[in-house]
């Protein structure tokens, strides 16, 4: 409430006077001076009334800061770029004074109140562009408790140097002095006054190339402290490019790193990362992964690295150099995965928390402590309980699971994170797989248009009587793929792929000629690769023609067809065709229900890239890793009269008797793995 009113507050400021408006950076500048000014009257470090005059002429961070310390500062705290001063005329002058007086005070207020007032004060836009999302108060004092707590740091914090490479504005530094003090017990104000200053000029790091955000965080530090100390290892630049920390001179990473995908990180930026972190930084690799490589270079013998970040690097195809690299330089001890909760408010990233060591040499017996949640109909307002929940001592919960796993075990290919009752469902699972999905189909992804409006119509388009039917092709996409069956196509797509000279079909010129601005800017036809009327890309129309299985790219279950419609679909379907029979007897009809099963459905979920609490994405290198059994000729026959007889049966919508078959279907497979009672309730379980 309180900081909700202060907020307001500031809001109220911003929307009041415009001039500020136009100037965000001197927009932040004044409101952190406000915001710092209330904290130092409210906690009575300087007397507001005395200095009322003075602070009005001289409305700068450096000339507040120095009130406090007693005498102007010597060395700058901010320096001042022109245009950051801002004239203070007696209408602002009367909003700050009511701002100090009549707000709620601040007294005993953890200082890092003014990094949340400050992140309020971003635009969503700005975080989302520059990969950002702030770490909560909770998150970032479990991470700073359990790095501090840890074995390998020891007992002498006085000599610990802390880094955070992307500081933003200050939670984890500020969630690690706190730990640091409270670990050290009840000091004497003189004592207090030594580790305030010890911290702040060798103990804690911070980089990050917004120097707001780095203002911000020396501020928060600073205002810890009951007399002024400016912080000397708060530094503003790129920890990734710039060589602002030695290597192998720290004891602890702690760190949020951005978030950004190879699309928004401009070319030249990236050739230079993947030259330098190339190791694990390649391909459509996230910018994060080059953080925890970092990390390692920066970090002595034995230290820890402690990120929140993204878990898609567990199962995501690009994060295998990551994984690899990070099975061999580092000690796993702990992985929290929030299993696709997004703990964090208005941020579209899945969060997971890692805790490592640096290793010259890894123990074969090295194991992890896996914490991950149960999904469940959790609401945004019980996330803080269930970060809650990950301090506890007893580690079996009703809100997450919790299991150790031995490092050795990890594949670079996924890291396959399985509980022990999950582990003994997979190895009965792979043991009777002689092979995978890989061997038996050819996977091929659905059409990109680069233009849908120009060749894509509704079935009742009289337009369409326009075209020769051979360029007419049934259209679908993720929604109509259900298991077991594909909706009736209600669109056409225009397929021009196989025009060769586009002068002989005036119609289709004449249909296309009022998008062919648009065609024309498409990469691949400016390059000189693609005439411009065709499909920017219209894959291999034989596979489309075919019998095929079909299957959405995102779902939240298993969902694989046979198409016999000869259905062509965009990109967000998938196909598979069969490969020539050379030692199995596999079939469409076999697959199919094998993939659609409640077992296979818990097996790919066991290692799939998820997306969210419920989504998973169905990348053809993760799921042809599939293990597939060898069935006998006569069981191929018993599959293929069940799928017909299950498909009739939805068609005259009978799903209750259908739905007996499938748990026959169902019974079949846990009796082939041979699987217990208890391994088939965790299934049924987690459908």
């Known amino acids: ?121 971003l635009l969503i836009n700005h975080k989302k562009n520059h990969g950002i999302f702030y770490t909560p108060e909770n998150i970032a004092t479990y991470m700073a408790a359990n790095v501090l707590g840890s074995s390998k740091i020891g007992d002498k914090l006085e000599e610990i140097r802390i880094l955070d490479p992307a500081c933003g504005s200050g939670s984890l530094l ?101 030259n330098r972190y190339g190791e694990v930084y390649r391909d459509k690799g996230d910018l994060s992964y080059c953080f925890i490589y970092r990390g390692w270079e920066l970090l002595k013998a034995e230290g820890q690295l402690i990120h929140i970040t993204s878990r898609y690097f567990i199962e995501a195809f690009y994060g295998k150099p990551l994984r690899a690299f990070i099975r061999k330089a580092f000690a796993i001890e702990e992985i929290v995965d929030f299993n696709g909760l997004r703990v964090i408010e208005g941020v579209g990233v899945d969060p997971a928390i890692i805790r490592l060591t640096k290793e010259n040499r890894i123990d074969d017996g090295q194991t992890i402590q896996i914490k991950r949640f149960l999904i469940k109909n959790h609401k945004a307002e019980s996330y803080p309980k269930l970060i809650q929940s990950l301090n506890q001592k007893n580690w079996q919960s009703d809100l997450y699971e919790s299991f150790e796993l031995l490092q050795a075990r990890l594949s670079d290919d996924s890291w396959r994170l399985y509980s022990p009752v999950t582990q003994g469902i997979i190895e009965k699972i792979e043991k009777k797989t002689p092979f995978n999905l890989d061997n038996v189909v050819q996977s091929f992804q659905g059409i990109i248009t680069g233009n849908d409006k120009a060749f894509i119509f509704e079935q009742t388009d009289l337009a369409l009587r326009a075209f020769d039917p051979v360029f007419l092709k049934p259209w679908i996409k993720n929604k109509d793929v259900k298991a077991y069956q594909v909706t009736k196509p209600q669109k056409k797509i225009l397929y021009t792929n196989k025009i060769r000279d586009i002068d002989l079909y005036p119609e289709v010129v004449a249909h296309l000629e009022k998008y062919r601005e648009k065609l024309k800017n498409r990469r691949e036809c400016k390059n000189g690769k693609l005439a411009w009327y065709k499909l920017q890309w219209g894959r291999d129309p034989d596979h489309f023609e075919g019998r095929k299985i079909v299957f959405p790219y995102k779902a939240t279950q298993n969902r694989f067809a046979i198409d016999e419609n000869r259905c062509y679909f965009s990109a967000d379907v998938y ?73 009739e049966l939805n068609e005259n919508g009978n799903t209750a008797e259908s739905g007996k078959m499938l748990a026959e279907i169902d019974r079949w497979f846990y009796d082939f793995f041979e699987l217990s009672q208890t391994e088939i309730a965790v299934i049924e379980t987690n459908r």
């Open 174 to 274: 500020s969630a690690v002095y706190d730990v640091i003090i409270s670990k050290n017990g009840e000091l004497s104000p003189d004592e207090k006054a030594a580790q305030h200053r010890q911290l702040l000029e060798t103990g804690l790091l911070g980089v990050d190339r917004d120097p707001i955000a780095c203002l911000v965080t020396r501020l928060i530090l600073t205002l810890k402290g009951t007399e002024y100390v400016k912080p000397l290892g708060v530094f503003c630049g790129d920890i990734l490019i710039d060589e602002l920390v030695k290597p192998k001179s720290v004891d602890v990473v702690i760190g949020n790193p951005p978030y950004v995908g190879h699309k928004e990180i401009q070319a030249d930026y990236m050739k230079l990362l993947k």
């Open 1 to 121: 409430m309180k900081f909700q009113e202060i907020s307001d507050k500031l809001t109220q400021f911003i929307n009041r006077y415009n001039y500020l408006a136009e100037n965000r950076r001197a927009n932040v500048l004044f409101l952190l001076a406000c915001i710092v000014l209330k904290y130092l009257a409210d906690n009575q470090r300087l007397d507001f009334e005395a200095h009322q005059n003075d602070i009005k002429k001289n409305f700068t961070l450096n000339y507040i800061l120095g009130l406090w310390q007693g005498k102007p500062l010597q060395v700058t705290f901010w320096e001042q770029e022109p245009g950051d001063p801002q004239p203070i005329g007696n209408e602002i002058w009367d909003w700050i004074c009511d701002l100090i007086t009549a707000t709620p005070s601040l007294v005993g207020e953890n200082p890092g109140l003014i990094g949340s007032l400050y992140e309020a004060s």
């Open 575 to 647: 196909g598979m065709i069969l490969k020539p029979r050379l030692y199995h007897q596999v079939t469409e009809e076999f697959l199919v229900m094998l993939l659609n099963s409640r077992l296979y459905n818990y097996y790919f979920k066991s290692y799939g890239k998820k997306l969210g609490d419920k989504l998973y994405e169905y990348y053809p290198n993760t799921l042809l890793r599939l293990g597939i059994p060898d069935i006998k000729d006569d069981t191929i026959k018993f599959f293929k009269d069940t799928y017909d007889k299950i498909v």
